[in-house]
Nanobody, 117 residues
Framework: QVQLVESGGGVVQHGGSLRLSCAASGRMFGIYDMAWYRQAPGKQRELVARVTSGGFTNYADCVKARFTISRDNAKNTVNLQMISLKPEDTAVYYC???????????WGQGTQVTVSS
């Protein structure tokens, strides 16, 4: 069992920056692929960024060059550094963990990010 707790959301102006953190409890954090998703009002949840257990990263096209995902397996954390934020980045951001071989996935409760214009 893995529990995920996000923090770092808030209100920021257009062009500002935020850093989201996700703290994971439970064992074997390092074997999970970690990701950040977001869901804006009236829209489907979408993948923002992902970092595999091996450290490979990928990003949604709309956040490339602005968002950076990183993980610290020693601290059981995954972070999302966001710069040059836009109003369209406004959403609830969710931390996600999954392991294909274990057929396991977990979600955090979400943290609100609001970018004012």
């Amino acid at each position: 069992q893995v529990q995920l707790v996000e923090s770092g959301g808030g209100v920021v102006q257009h062009g500002g920056s935020l850093r989201l953190s996700c703290a994971a409890s439970g064992r074997m954090f390092g074997i999970y692929d970690m990701a950040w998703y977001r869901q804006a009002p009236g829209k489907q949840r979408e993948l923002v960024a992902r970092v595999t257990s091996g450290g490979f990263t990928n990003y949604a096209d709309c956040v490339k060059a602005r968002f950076t995902i990183s993980r610290d397996n020693a601290k059981n954390t995954v972070n999302l550094q966001m710069i040059s934020l836009k109003p369209e980045d406004t959403a609830v951001y969710y931390c996600h963990a999954d392991n294909f071989r274990l057929s396991s996935e977990y979600w955090g409760q979400g943290t609100q990010v609001t970018v004012s214009s």
